[in-house]
């Protein structure tokens, strides 16, 4: 077995209005940062799993992303593997 | 002025504890995810943003964290910036 460590995104759909983000980027327009066009907010997740192969690693992720750790309906969701 | 997008990764420090980290390992080992090994969870940040340089951005960027979006007693962050 080997460790593998993935870094997960997941963000709401473009779709959606993102009031957490809407917040922010007005916050941040009143700080001077007046360039901020967008701003949108999500979870990053670090997951440590070991695995036999990268393979089984991200079909273990990809399903932990849709079991738990990422709302289908308001959320998409991308991870890298990397070997730890 | 050319428009860029940031993506920029806000966690915890690795000193410190992250309840719901170990929460949602906790889950995932009961819902038979028994090969993770460790979870920490942050946020990630997708910002747009006009600048007249990949470096005007990067520097906007790093002082929009220091001054509104990362808490340094608890966090770390790191970004990238991409040409959009």
Known sequence: MAHFRAE???MPHKELLDPQGKAVAASLQKLHFEDVEDVRIGRH????IKAKSK???AAHVEEACKKLLANAIMEGFHY???EA
Chains 1, 2 share one sequence.
């Open 8 to 10: 997960i995104d997941i």
């Open 45 to 48: 997740i670090t997951i440590k």
């Open 55 to 57: 393979e089984e690693a």
């Open 80 to 82: 890298q593997i990397h």
